[in-house]
Antibody, heavy 118, light 108 residues
Framework: EVQLVESGGGLVQPGGSLRLSCAAS????????MSWVRQAPGKGLEWVAS????????YYVDSVKGRFTMSRDNAKNSVHLQMNSLRAEDTAVYYC???????????WGQGTKVTVSS | DIQMTQSPSTLSASVGDRVTITCRAS??????LAWYRQKPGKAPKLLMF???SLESGVPSRFSGSGSGTEFTLTISSLQPDDFATYYC??????????FGQGTKVEIK
């Protein structure tokens, strides 16, 4: 079965850090762009970051540039999002999704909740 | 950055109704547009890709059209499972993958 499973969410204080992970199974990870999308409480979907198959290109939404780092380990079938200097406005459910440049986001994980609060 | 604008924001309809949602891009995205359905507390689900291609396993009551800057998603006969929020997304540009603000389809 093709699936993505996120982990690593939780409660963190403003200025803190979290590392989200996304475990892929049922497909060959290194054939696909991968992305992170978030959804703040009661709000719409917001694209966060995307990474090319070999990790050579990574793109971020302006609001997280310099704070978030997306990476991938194709050998371990995993994708990661290192989030530093977290702010209250980063509070959201974070989804891992298969897709990127000219490839729609066809597989989504169940999401992991991140809450930034003191 | 490309902006995506959906209309309406909310739509009230009954089971069996034909429903159309519109998505406009701030610049041409050719046909690199996807549609997703999201139910409360669940991950989004891909319905359409490349503007008019139906994702595998998605019922044929869903259809998409358009190119350039204007796109539509049509549900030919609304079913109980379709009361949800729908998002369009452009995936043309190298540096951003923008979503529309969403259209909530409610029971009339």
């Amino acid at each position: 079965e093709v699936q993505l499973v996120e982990s690593g969410g939780g409660l963190v204080q403003p200025g803190g850090s979290l590392r989200l992970s996304c475990a892929a199974s049922g497909f060959t990870l290194n054939n696909y762009w991968m992305s992170w999308v978030r959804q703040a409480p009661g709000k719409g979907l917001e694209w966060v970051a995307s990474i090319k198959q070999d990790g050579s290109e990574i793109y971020y939404v302006d609001s997280v540039k310099g704070r978030f780092t997306m990476s991938r380990d194709n050998a371990k079938n995993s994708v990661h999002l290192q989030m530093n200097s977290l702010r209250a406005e980063d509070t959201a459910v974070y989804y891992c999704a298969r897709g990127g440049l000219r490839y729609a986001f066809d597989i989504w994980g169940q999401g992991t909740k991140v809450t930034v609060s003191s | 950055d490309i902006q995506m604008t959906q209309s309406p924001s909310t739509l009230s309809a009954s089971v069996g109704d034909r429903v159309t949602i519109t998505c406009r891009a701030s610049q041409s995205i050719s046909s690199w547009l996807a549609w997703y359905r999201q139910k409360p507390g669940k991950a989004p689900k891909l319905l359409m890709f490349k503007a008019s291609s139906l994702e595998s396993g998605v019922p044929s009551r869903f259809s998409g059209s358009g190119s350039g800057t204007e796109f539509t998603l049509t549900i030919s006969s609304l079913q109980p499972d379709d009361f949800a929020t729908y998002y369009c997304q452009q995936y043309d540009t190298y540096s951003s993958w923008t979503f529309g603000q969403g259209t909530k389809v409610e029971i009339k």
